[in-house]
């Protein structure tokens, strides 16, 4: 899974030229190497490392697998080398390089001084052997190493240790990202906008997906861009089948009713497991209660949105007054069924709630509010937990991407300007191209925390807003955007705490 750092860098090179590009992500892989390169080992043989210069590896062959992608693949090991009577300090230098090459093209890493062992894992060596010297996958690379030194007194010569081979048989990467696309999808066969399944942090190759499905058809996708290479039915319903031609097996999973589903897909294993959850118990629910603008009218309660990206999640965001809440199930009737605290006003940072019945005559508890202003107010129907969060609005907004005037400059994003009297609300009045958008909480940092639409380049008139934290799920992986369609002039009144949009072409 990508570290919010690797997804900023890798969302930047994705906007410069080509050349640049292949640069920026070559680079960046070396220095993951370098980084991971430099961790400690442990399951190793204490090694001894005085005596003269020379480099040992932790094992003379290797067959690299992608289930092993976050463990420790090699070691090397270096003893210390001589000063030659000398005080001065000893710097190494690591060179790695295609045997027969005699390091003519090596990649180095100046180590410094005190460090007598790196270790690459098995993602950062193969990433290492495939980028930097085109190995093969599935074909022997014989790499080699070696050791020189930089003494920190210049009259005083380095030394190079003898070269050591290690033959390593590096593996093709299964892809690091994947979609569900099929017409029991709420987006159909359209390759474009499909729905993202999130990596999992842990375990290479594994992904989840969990959402509503219909009766139909339904397959996998690594792009966007194509319906090949795509994962199909293959041998049984736990199975999968990678389909990179026309004329390969075309066979879908079938979904047979309407329900929430939990998906894993195990990319290398060809797996997966398609598990029925219970459905929402409820798609409506309400806010009674002093603290809330309409007060006790159960009538007409304030209605809690339901989450765009997940249906046992419902949201209340709203200036409120002090006093007190709870959450009805149905309007009208003060005997229904409601959500309550455990305790009659416990502090709101406790998190615990309680779906209570109205025929158990129950203690009347509430939530309060003593402080007043503006809040968010997140109620899990599944986990049973709420969280009530006093909001800070932001002080500064901005937009950015390829429709505004500034384009895709982070540094420098096109500001919103604030509504005056009203905290919460942005205005933008000026022209827009043909492009796309989001609205990023800070500047210089493409990995923030974006307000965003609920699916990729909604209708212009759809008012949905959401904050989406970084990392946080399918909304920010696959990185929705509004999208302009016609150029021209735009006025967008933006408010931040009802999380709400309006985009209007003048």
């Known amino acids: ?44 043989t204490p090694f001894d490392h005085n005596g003269p210069l020379a480099v040992t590896p932790s094992a003379s062959t290797l067959q690299l697998n992608e289930t092993d992608k976050n463990n420790t693949a090699l070691t090397l090991n270096w003893t210390t080398g001589s000063n030659h009577g000398s005080d001065a300090a000893i710097n190494y230098v690591l060179e790695l390089d295609k045997a027969g090459n005699n390091f003519s093209h090596s990649l180095k890493n100046n180590l ?17 052997l495939s980028t930097y010297w085109s190995a093969e996958a599935g074909t022997a690379f014989i790499l080699e190493a ?16 003898g070269p ?15 979609y569900i696309i099929g017409d029991a999808t709420a987006k159909g066969w359209d390759a474009a906008t499909a729905d993202s399944l999130t990596p999992d942090p842990a ?28 994962y199909n039915k293959g041998a049984d319903n736990a199975h999968l089948f990678y389909r990179t031609a026309d004329s390969d097996p075309d066979n879908d999973f079938t979904i047979d009713s309407t329900n929430v589903y939990s998906i894993d897909v195990n990319l290398i294993a060809l797996s997966i497991q398609v598990e029925k959850l219970s459905a929402p118990l409820y798609s409506e629910l309400w806010i009674v209660g002093d603290g809330t603008p309409n007060g006790w009218n159960i009538d007409a309660p304030n209605q809690m949105k339901v989450d765009a990206f997940n249906p046992y999640v419902f949201h209340y ?31 709101i940072t406790d998190t615990t709630a309680a779906l209570v019945l109205g025929s158990s005559n129950p203690p009347d508890n509430k939530w309060q509010i003593s402080t007043a202003g503006p809040y968010k107010i997140s109620l899990n129907i599944s986990s049973n937990s709420i969280h009530i969060s006093p909001f800070t609005p932001y002080s500064a907004l901005w937009l950015v991407g390829d429709a505004t005037p500034t384009g895709w400059n982070i540094d420098n994003p096109t500001p919103l300007t604030p509504v005056p009297g009203n905290p919460y609300q942005f ?16 500047t210089g940092d493409f990995g923030c925390d974006y307000f965003r639409p609920v699916m990729n380049h909604p209708d212009i008139s759809d008012t949905n807003a959401p904050f989406v934290a970084h990392a946080s799920g ?33």
């Not at 640049?20 to 400690?40: E, M, N, P, T």
């Not at 375990?203 to 290479?229: A, E, M, N, W």
């Not at 827009?432 to 990023?440: A, D, M, N, Y």
């Not at 909304?475 to 735009?490: C, M, R, T």
């Open 474 to 506: 399918s909304a920010d992986n696959d990185d929705y955007k509004w999208y302009v369609s016609v150029a021209g002039n735009y006025a967008i009144t933006f408010d931040q705490l009802h999380e709400t949009i309006s985009i209007i072409k003048q």
């Open 164 to 178: 050591v081979t290690i033959t390593i048989t590096p593996y093709k990467p299964v892809s690091a990202t994947l």
């Open 317 to 347: 965001n709203e200036v409120l007054n002090v006093g007190e809440f709870k959450m009805p199930t149905t309007t009208g009737n003060w005997g229904a069924d409601f959500y309550r605290p455990l305790t009659n006003h416990p502090p």
């Open 112 to 128: 410094g001084q005190g460090l007598y062992a790196v270790s690459y894992t098995t993602g950062s060596l193969n990433s290492l």
């Open 1 to 44: 899974m990508q570290s919010p750092y690797q997804s900023a860098i890798i969302k930047t090179a994705s906007r410069l030229p080509l050349m640049i590009k292949r640069l920026f992500i070559f680079g960046f892989l070396l220095l993951c190497a370098f980084l991971f390169s430099c961790r400690k080992t442990e399951n190793f």
């Open 427 to 442: 205005t933008y009045n000026g022209p827009l191209t043909v492009g796309e958008f989001k609205i990023p909480v800070k």
């Open 203 to 230: 375990i290479p190759g594994l992904f989840h997906y969990t959402g509503t499905l219909t009766p139909g058809q339904l397959k996998f996708i690594v792009s966007r861009d194509s319906l090949l290479p795509s």
């Open 146 to 161: 070696r050791i020189y030194t930089i003494p920190g007194d210049e009259s005083v010569k380095g030394d190079t240790s």
